[in-house]
């Protein structure tokens, strides 16, 4: 039995904590988030092992981050006039920072923009169906929630496509 066996579940389970809190506290306590980042390492070092293509993709990964932000704070200040605080939390952006080591650039690329799509697609629903109380979106944890249905389908589903590491392929592209 490889440590694999143990790390996804574990790391999906964590994904479910996320999930629940946002949506239903609209809070995330970070030792979660800290402990989802130790999975996702431990996840990367198993499948692909730390090497150069790790560090490249801990590269690309947060410059596509930071690219994303920097567009969302021009937005927020140019056009909503808001405060950065008021468009996005600390959960969200520590969010990111989790997915940073787990996934290769493409597929981070990839789930963003799905993720994103989904969650603008079906939060209205959800907003309803749950009867949130507040305008915010639970981004981090709708993002956690379609994470995890992109690691059921892509490592348990359809086994021999891993979307996990920074060695594994894009294969829907």
């Known amino acids: 039995m ?16 996320i999930t629940y809190q946002d949506i239903k506290y609209r809070s995330v306590p970070i030792y979660v988030f800290l402990l989802a980042l130790v999975l996702s390492i431990a996840i990367q070092y198993q499948q692909c092992g730390i090497d150069e293509s790790f560090f490249i993709q801990l590269l690309f990964n947060s410059g596509f981050i930071a690219f ?3 567009i969302v704070l021009l937005y927020v200040k140019k056009i909503k006039k808001i405060p950065l605080s008021s468009a996005i939390g600390l959960g ?3 969010f990111y920072i989790v ?21 603008l697609i079906s939060y209205p629903v959800l907003k309803h169906s749950l009867s949130l ?9 709708l993002q956690a929630l379609c994470l995890s249905c ?5 490592e348990y589903v359809t086994p021999g496509r891993p979307i996990i590491g920074s060695c594994s392929i894009i294969y829907w592209i």
């Open 99 to 119: 997915l940073i080591p787990v996934l290769s650039t493409p597929v981070y690329m990839y789930f963003h923009l799905i993720s994103l799509v989904f969650i």
């Open 150 to 154: 992109f690691i059921i389908v892509f």
């Open 92 to 94: 969200d952006l520590a």
């Open 2 to 17: 490889t440590i694999h066996v143990l790390l996804l579940p574990a790391f999906l389970l964590i994904l479910a904590v």
């Open 133 to 141: 109380q507040t305008k915010a979106i639970p981004l981090a944890g």
């Open 68 to 70: 994303n932000l920097l």
